[in-house]
Antibody
Framework: EVQLVESGGGLVQPGGSLRLSCAAS????????MHWVRQAPGKGLVWVSR????????TYADSVKGRFTISRDNAKSTLYLQMNSLRAEDTAVYYC?????????????WGQGTLVTVSS | SSELTQDPAVSVALGQTVRITCQGD??????AAWYQQKPGQAPVLVIY???NRPSGIPDRFSGSTSEDTASLTITGAQAEDEADYYC??????????FGGGTKLTVL
């Protein structure tokens, strides 16, 4: 069974940093493109970032470029999102997602997400 | 960057058919995927590719695309289909984009 378990969320002050983790199991993590998607309270889904299986290519949404860094440890089947210079507008539930080849590269299934709150 | 446009809200009478649409230039090249999200829950993939459903998704859900518009159709909507629906696609750089979401109310 494919499982994605996010952790590392919490309350952080504006300008602070936080690192999210996503533990993956049930599939070949080292062969999968991985993404982060976020959802602000009461708002829609927003794509944040992606990383290729070989850890050497990443893409970011303009809203987080230069502040967030996606990375992975294939040996540990774990995805990370380092978030720096956090702003109130970064407050959201953060989901990690697998671009599943068997589902046209779409996200299936999703983890439960981890809540990040940026507030003083 | 690409954009996908959805109607904010749609309603349907119980048992009737409803179509939720998603418009964007990227849909001329890439298929949309559709996700269902109920309050307090993570999204669930309901349609992907030309018109494919993951295991466990009822066959009353179907998808189609015409030019720059993708559609999710629910034929015989049920009370449990009341949810937010998001379309998602990609652009040439590999970035992904979501529509703003459509809140479906089943009357």
């Amino acid at each position: 069974e494919v499982q994605l378990v996010e952790s590392g969320g919490g309350l952080v002050q504006p300008g602070g940093s936080l690192r999210l983790s996503c533990a993956a199991s049930g599939f070949t993590f080292s062969s999968s493109w991985m993404h982060w998607v976020r959802q602000a309270p009461g708002k829609g889904l927003v794509w944040v970032s992606r990383i290729n299986p070989d850890e050497n290519k990443s893409t970011y949404a303009d809203s987080v470029k230069g502040r967030f860094t996606i990375s992975r440890d294939n040996a540990k089947s774990t995805l990370y999102l380092q978030m720096n210079s956090l702003r109130a507008e970064d407050t959201a539930v953060y989901y990690c997602a697998r671009a599943a080849h068997d589902y046209g590269g779409n996200y299936h299934p999703w983890g439960q997400g981890t809540l990040v709150t940026v507030s003083s | 960057s690409s954009e996908l446009t959805q109607d904010p809200a749609v309603s349907v009478a119980l048992g009737q058919t409803v179509r939720i649409t998603c418009q964007g230039d990227s849909l001329r090249t890439y298929y949309a995927a559709w996700y269902q999200q109920k309050p307090g829950q993570a999204p669930v993939l309901v349609i992907y590719g030309e018109n494919n459903r993951p295991s466990g998704i009822p066959d009353r859900f179907s998808g189609s695309t015409s030019e720059d518009t993708a559609s999710l159709t629910i034929t015989g909507a049920q009370a449990e289909d009341e949810a937010d629906y998001y379309c998602n696609s990609r652009d040439s750089s590999g970035s992904r984009v979501f529509g703003g979401g459509t809140k479906l109310t089943v009357l």
